[in-house]
Structures are given as structure tokens and as C-alpha cells.
């Protein structure tokens, strides 16, 4: 770099405090790459669809999982080509972690002002939630980085009225769809914009329809796949099976209210003080209160001439709210990292509340703005930033048993064995074995009788019991060794620090006589 530019640079400090944002996003992260010891169930799934894909194992018992293609195209391709493995895997995650951050920026910037969009910026960069899943193999890190791109061409075509950029981000939401389905709730606030921006002339609206177009051209590909594969194409790319059985009773209007609490603290930090947590919500809900109102206020104004400031507002609030909404309405165990894309709208929102404020009050004394910004700011960062770090490591050994278990059964067994095991996924990744499991989802219809017939029928060479996916395994299923020990021999266990057992691997003796 020559010396007149590096100068250039060094004068530009909003340049500077996002580098130095994105550096302490990355180091975190990649601090943590190799703590976790063992892949969760959902990715275990897809590092198995990868090695099946890839040629790597043959499993008689698993089906390539599509709902994640985008994500599985990058698992598939550099398990394939370059061998990588789970923390390899890991640092693409973060690479898209750091993009979402650079564009939450850039949202922030075009929309508001560049210390609005740094603000933004360094909240997400050190939100706890986000931190937790930049370095664990699943797609809510990546469809979410795929939205802020798509938000921020969208909004450029709001607002600078150029067709381009909002067929570029159709383009991008085929991206974000095609990583994660049910992202598709993101279009949501980008109808409701475009209606009140297009009215009703939306249909007439060349570069939309280019745009819808360019969303299935995206995904094409995989859709000819699916349906030529399938013959329910819909529940397999969505996940979604089941229908009534799986979502019964979930669909309730009270959980809006009831999931509150637990949005309020994935949003701040579970580890802020009850009063600090009181400050920060307050004056989270005073500034979301006063776009309310402003939007209420300037409804007429938006609808007669399509202010960008109201359309903006608008916009952002649609963009928070529809995650929460959908994911409420869908079930009372709504899972934190469900609600991730809404941070950056959030906290877009409260760094331009934020800037707003301090303004006001350096008009009276020139530091005293930035001395408020800076005093809400990093109390929250440093909390969200321990939280991150200190649940990463918490969690870190979660199915540790598991994995040990796998790679012990894969050394003393043959790709032909089978074994049983309540972790499905993870066994079947770390084992390499055809893994069944005890009675799938529908538990409640199998009982010891009928597994003496699966033990037959299938003839495993190993059963795995554990304390781990208690949902998926049976009660009776931990006296059934000691009540058939003729059919069940234990032959590995791992054990607590108080030499409880966590797991125990039985070894399979289909000639033994039935107690």
C-alpha cells in the first residue's frame, strides 16, 4: 500500500472502527473453532449427508437430507474435493459471519448514517447468540448473512429507484431461501415495502417479476432435483412433515405474549443484571415505541406520497416482527437461533435511536453524546461477548459420549454391522454404521416386547444407551440390559465425574436365551 493512501486511511476513522469491529469478530470466533468436541444432531445430519454424497460412506439406513442444499453444496464440495473436516467446515461459517456483519453495516449506513450502521455492527459482532452459532455447522449463521445482502440491495432500490438492484436481490433471496426454507418469511417485509412504495402498480413492475424470476432461476436446479427424487418434494425441502401430528396445539395466538421474556434475553444478554437488563429493554421498547408511533402518525403520508423515511421505518419494524410472529404462532419451544435475522434490524434501529440521542445532548456539551453511546454500548458488548464465550465452552462436550462412542464402534465393527442408538445423526456420522434408532418419533407405540422383535429383525452388533435425545429414547430402555443381560453385554461405558454412567455401549448377543 502506498504511504499517501495508508494516510488516507488512517484519517478515515469510521474506516478504522469497523475494521477494528470485524477483527474482534473474527478473533473471538476463531478462538473458538476447535472447542466444540462433537457435532449436535442437526449438524451431524448434514456432515452425513456430505460424506454419503461424497462417496465417503454407504448407509443403507440414511437418506440425503435436502433441506439445506445451499449448505450442503459447500459440505459436499469440500468433502469431496478437498477432505475437510467438521473444523474446516466451521471457518466457512464464520467467513459468512463476518459478511452479515460488513452488510448489517452497510444496511445501517444507507439507511440511517455510518454511525448507525457501526453501532449495528458492533452489537452483532458481539451478540452472544451470534457468536455461539458462527462455530457450529448449522445454516442460521448463513441464510441470515444472505438476507442482509438481500436487504441491502433491496433497500437500494427503494431508494435510489433502480431496477438493477432489486433484481439483484432476488437473486440474493434465492440464496437465502435456498440455504434455509423457512427464511421465505423474509419476503414478507419486502412486500409489504414495495406495496407501499409500487401501490398497486406492483403488477406492472417489470424488475419484480425479474426479480421472482431470478429467485427460482437460483434454486432451479435443486427444485428439478427434488421433484425428480421425491414424491413429496415439499415436505423434504421444508422439513415439514407430519402436519397435524407435529404442530398440534401449537398454533396459538397466546405464545405472541408467553415468548416475550425469552426474546427480551436472547436479544440483550442472559447474563445482564436484572436492573441493566430494565435500562437497556426500556429504552430498546421507548425507541421501538417512537417508530410505532411515527409510522402510525405518517400513515396517510405514506400511503399518498411514499416517504423513504416512513417507508424505512417501515420496512425495519416488518422486518423484526415477522420472525417472532412466525415462530410464536408456530410453537411455544421456540429456539433462540430462530429469531437471529431480527437482530440487525434491532440493533440498526437502536444505534440510530442511539446517535439520535446523543446528538441532542452534544449540542449542550460536545462529548457528552458520544460518552452515552459508549456507556450503552460496551456494557452490553462486554456482557454478550462473556455470555458467547462462556456458553460456547459450556456446551462444548455436549455429545462428547456420543462421538467417542462412534469412533470406538467404528474401529471394532464393519460397514455391514448395525447399531441402534437413540443419536441417530451423530452415531452415523462418528460410527460410519447403519444406525437405527429405538422407536423414531412415534415412542409412545413401541414397548419392549415389540424391540425384542426389532433386535431380532434387525441383528445389530451394538446398542447404544445414553442420556442423551431422552425424548427418543424409550424409559424402558435402560433396564432392558440388566432384564435380557443374556441378549445385552456391556462393553464400553463412559462415565461422569462421579462415575455415573453417561453412555454405554452393549454388544448385541442374538443367540442368547430370552429371560
Known sequence: MKKENFQKLAKNKVTLILLLILLIAFFIRVSLIKVNTAEWWDSADYMTSAKEFAGKVDLDTYEINPRRPFFLMILWGSILGLGLGDVAMRFSVIVFALLGIYFTYLIGKKMFNEYAGLIGAFLLAVNWLHIFHSVRLLTDIIAMTWWLVTAY????????????????????????????????????????????????????????????????????????????????????????????????????????????????????????????????????????????????????????????????????????????????????????????????????????????????????????????????????????????????????????????????????????????????????????????????????????????????EINPKYVVISVYEPAFTPQWAYSFPQKYSQLLKPVQAYLDQNQNPILVIYEYNGSGQKS
Open 153 to 456: 440491495y433491496f433497500w437500494k432500490y427503494l431508494d435510489e429507484d433502480k431496477g438493477k438492484y432489486l433484481v439483484l436481490s432476488g437473486v440474493f433471496f434465492g440464496f437465502t431461501v435456498f440455504t434455509r426454507a423457512a427464511s421465505l418469511i423474509m419476503i414478507v417485509p419486502m412486500l409489504a415495502a414495495l406495496f407501499f412504495k409500487e401501490k398497486f402498480n406492483i403488477v406492472k413492475n417489470k424488475n419484480a417479476w425479474l426479480a421472482v424470476l431470478m429467485v427460482f432461476l437460483v434454486m432451479s436446479p435443486f427444485i428439478i432435483w427434488l421433484f425428480a427424487t421425491y414424491d413429496n418434494p415439499v415436505e423434504k425441502f421444508t422439513g415439514i412433515g407430519g402436519g397435524e401430528q407435529r404442530f398440534a396445539g401449537r398454533w396459538q395466538f397466546s405464545y405472541l405474549w408467553k415468548n416475550l421474556p425469552a426474546v427480551s434475553t436472547t436479544i440483550l444478554s442472559p447474563e445482564l443484571t436484572q436492573s441493566s437488563a430494565m435500562f437497556y429493554g426500556v429504552l430498546f421498547i421507548l425507541i421501538t415505541l417512537y417508530l410505532l408511533w411515527d409510522v402510525f402518525l405518517g400513515f396517510d403520508i405514506l400511503w399518498k406520497e411514499g416517504s423513504k423515511d416512513l417507508l424505512k421505518k417501515l420496512y425495519l419494524l416488518v422486518w423484526i416482527g415477522m420472525p417472532y410472529v412466525f415462530y410464536s404462532l408456530a410453537g411455544a419451544g421456540v429456539e433462540h437461533r430462530y429469531l437471529i435475522s431480527m437482530f440487525p434490524a434491532m440493533f440498526i434501529l437502536f444505534g440510530d435511536g442511539l446517535v439520535r440521542l446523543g446528538n441532542l445532548l452534544s449540542k449542550k456539551w460536545k462529548y457528552l453524546g458520544l460518552i452515552l453511546i459508549l456507556v450503552v454500548i460496551l456494557p452490553i458488548g462486554y456482557s454478550n461477548y462473556k455470555y458467547g464465550v462462556s456458553l460456547t465452552v459450556a456446551k462444548s462436550s455436549s455429545y462428547a459420549e456420543v462421538a467417542l462412542a462412534g469412533q470406538w464402534i467404528r474401529e471394532r465393527s464393519t460397514p455391514e454391522d448395525n447399531v441402534i442408538s437413540a443419536s441417530v445423526f451423530q452415531n452415523m456420522y462418528y460410527s460410519e454404521r447403519n444406525t437405527h434408532p429405538f422407536v423414531g418419533r412415534g415412542m409412545d407405540k413401541e414397548n419392549e416386547t415389540l424391540f425384542l422383535e426389532r433386535l431380532e
